[in-house]
């Protein structure tokens, strides 16, 4: 028997237990213990990806788990927490490219004996290991066969970002890139926070890969901003790694994600003016000032590099449904996300199952209808670029069509 569960593949960890840093650009409460909490009892996910694991210090953090009884391997791979929560190992792992740019991917393990042999191996080509995505000086390709004969899964990381996406930075074509053969070795694709199913599938080399949208949370507060629902036997490696090569029945059901608008990096920003593109992609050089110092947009990259004017989603293709987490939500602030949580459970409860009378019961009429526009997808937005998030700007009163900016 098949079930549906949560799953977000892209966490970090800001520090360890003992306080060393870890990633050095996330949250301090961002500890093992505080994002397994997190992901239990307030976002509601079934699985969570741990992108850091493969730093030694928190390899020993996850064998202490097992030690101690609050964690067990599973047959099929991963740590089960609690029984609550299956918690994957990975690592994100920021490779040099031999024709230049730098990308950053993403690695799964199905066992901590495998996590522990790619730190090691990791080790010997990075500067300092206890800190996460440090460059590595070897390519994508080279790192591919390491992971694969871990018994490990391989995919970019927010793929088509300027800064370290392979898309975005490297390559028009990640077949150019790894060869047919090593291209042939990768089955899923993180979209990244700026981009969506319609976009990616510009791109006619992606059509058989399952697509992913992940948090790429830095803090606890970010966790399951994206998700999928998979449609698995159990909580597993193995059962995750079925879902991505859709094999008997296992798949990915849906992907749920940022408007690509609300993403940092989704249109084109100069960096001489500030100024934001709004003109019909791509856009290479700004149309305000005409500097060409500029951070080219998600959009606009795929727009430039897309084989297919148009989108083509492959059949079984599963729907991207557009996700504004409520920390995006105007009028939802710290203090209204923790009535809903103590109200109905988890955010994920909050975001897909709980009826507009009962939001109402709990924090009124306008945020009430607020999230119900949110699910609806009639809430208007300011897009992101250069590193900015995009904005919520306005909502609809109910019944009206009188904006409330």
Known sequence: MLN?????????????????????TAARSQTIPGVLEEATLR??????????????????ELEDLVAEGIA???????????????????????????KGGVAHWLAYFPTLEALRSFSSFQA????????STQ???????VILDEVLARSGIFMPAHAFTPHKGVYGCCTHRLTALLGEQGFNKIFALELGLSADTGLADHLSELADLTFLSNSDAHSLKNLGREYNLL????????????????????????????DPRLGKYHRTQCLSCGKIAEAPPPVASCPDCGSSKVVKGVLDRIIEIG???????????????????LLFLPGVGPKTISLLLESFGTEMNVLHQVGYEELVSVVGEKVALTIQQARKGELI?????????????????????VRDE
């Open 135 to 141: 460059r590595c000086h070897l390519p994508a390709r």
């Open 381 to 401: 937005f300011n897009p992101g670029g250069g590193g900015t998030y995009g904005k919520v700007v306005s909502t609809v009163r109910r019944g009206t069509g």
């Open 43 to 60: 976002k509601g996910l079934n699985i969570l990806g741990i992108v850091d694991a493969a730093c030694p210090r928190l390899c020993s």
């Open 4 to 24: 549906r569960y949560f799953g977000d593949l892209h966490v970090h960890i800001g520090r360890t237990q003992s306080g060393y840093p870890v990633k050095v």
């Open 124 to 131: 010997e080509h990075i500067t300092n290991p206890e800190l």
């Open 307 to 325: 084989d297919w004017r148009e989108p083509s989603s492959p059949q079984g293709r599963p729907p991207y449904h557009y996700q504004v987490p």
């Open 72 to 98: 067990w391997e599973l047959a099929g791979g991963g740590l089960r927490y609690q029984d609550s929560l299956t918690l994957i190992p990975g690592a994100e792992v920021e490779t040099t490219e031999e």
């Open 231 to 258: 449609l698995l036997a159990e909580p597993s490696f193995a059962e995750l790694v079925m879902a991505l090569q859709k094999k008997e029945g296992r798949k990915v059901l849906a992907n749920f994600g940022l």
